[in-house]
């Protein structure tokens, strides 16, 4: 197998094209999962496919999700909502029983149900792992 190494400051592809190509890896990752007959291996797969939904949520907003990580020091966060932090949950519980939880903590990055397409509520929560 060839490994391919990346550069953060390497982006070639539009942000679309990095979700077209997620989306591939996502059905291929599931493909291989299912036949190791571990469930919580093949859960990782709904990890994936939410974090998918909320890159390209934000990317509609104008957020893009490619530099929104912890290396590059220069990104903006992402916005997230209370249902995909409860779905969230349900996946990482099952993976991992109750040793990880992903809690609200005040922050201006929580969508909040009534805000789905306006990221302006600083009085919202975020989502941060603990």
Known sequence: MRIIRH???EITLTPEE?????????GTFYNMAIRTNCHAFIEFTGLMNEYIKICERNL???????DSNAHTGKSQQMKIDSYEIDYLNEKLHCIFQELI????????NYIGEDKLDKFEDPEKKCATLT
């Open 60 to 66: 509609k907003q104008g957020i893009d999700f490619r």
């Open 101 to 108: 939880v992903i809690e609200q903590k005040s922050f201006d």
């Open 18 to 26: 990095s979700l077209d190509k997620m989306r591939v890896a996502s």
């Open 7 to 9: 550069k953060p400051e």
